[in-house]
Antibody, heavy 120, light 106 residues
Framework: EVQLVESGGDLVQPGGSLRLSCSAS????????MHWVRQAPGKGLEFVSS????????SYGDSVKGRFTISRDNSKNTLYLQMSSLRAEDTAVYYC?????????????WGQGTLVTVSS | DIQMTQSPSSLSASVGDRVTITCRAS??????LNWYQQKPGKAPKLLIY???NLQVGVPSRFSGSGSGTDFSLTISSVQPEDFATYFC?????????FGQGTKLEI
């Protein structure tokens, strides 16, 4: 059974930093690209960042570019999101997502999410 | 970036109704379109991938169609557990993007 378990969400002050982790199990983690998607309270879904299976290809959404860094440790089956210069508008539930491909790619499995609150 | 527009934003239905949600892309995305269901306090769940492929375990009352810029998700006979919010999602370009969501209410 595929499991994605996020951790690290917290209350942080504007301008602060936070690192999210996602522990993966139930599949061969090193084979699959992974993503972070967020959802502000009462809002829709927003792509945050993605990373290829070997970490060699990375992309970011425009709203987090230059402030967030995605990484992965395939030996630990763990995905990370280092967040810095946090703003109130970064307040959201952050989901770790496993990609799958069949003609085009899609988000096959989602973690339960971890809440990041940016407030003074 | 590609903009995804869903309609309607909300939809009222009764159990047994046939409902259709549409999603329009701001430029062609061929068939790179997925649909997710989200219930309150839960993570999204994949329903349909690559426009019309039913994810394993999803009931056959769900179906997807379309290509190019116009897509639809249809529930042939709404069940009580289907009341949720539905999102479309394009993966033709990077960054990917989501529709704003359609809330299906009783």
């Amino acid at each position: 059974e595929v499991q994605l378990v996020e951790s690290g969400g917290d209350l942080v002050q504007p301008g602060g930093s936070l690192r999210l982790s996602c522990s993966a199990s139930g599949f061969t983690f090193s084979y699959f690209p992974m993503h972070w998607v967020r959802q502000a309270p009462g809002k829709g879904l927003e792509f945050v960042s993605s990373i290829s299976s070997n970490g060699g290809s990375i992309s970011y959404g425009d709203s987090v570019k230059g402030r967030f860094t995605i990484s992965r440790d395939n030996s630990k089956n763990t995905l990370y999101l280092q967040m810095s210069s946090l703003r109130a508008e970064d307040t959201a539930v952050y989901y770790c997502v496993k990609e799958q491909y069949s003609g085009s790619y899609f988000f096959e499995y989602w973690g339960q999410g971890t809440l990041v609150t940016v407030s003074s | 970036d590609i903009q995804m527009t869903q309609s309607p934003s909300s939809l009222s239905a009764s159990v047994g109704d046939r409902v259709t949600i549409t999603c329009r892309a701001s430029q062609t995305i061929y068939r790179s379109l997925n649909w997710y269901q989200q219930k309150p306090g839960k993570a999204p769940k994949l329903l349909i991938y690559t426009a019309s492929n039913l994810q394993v375990g999803v009931p056959s009352r769900f179906s997807g169609s379309g290509s190019g810029t116009d897509f639809s998700l249809t529930i042939s006979s709404v069940q009580p557990e289907d009341f949720a919010t539905y999102f479309c999602h394009q993966t033709f370009t990077t960054p990917c993007s989501f529709g704003q969501g359609t809330k299906l209410e009783i």
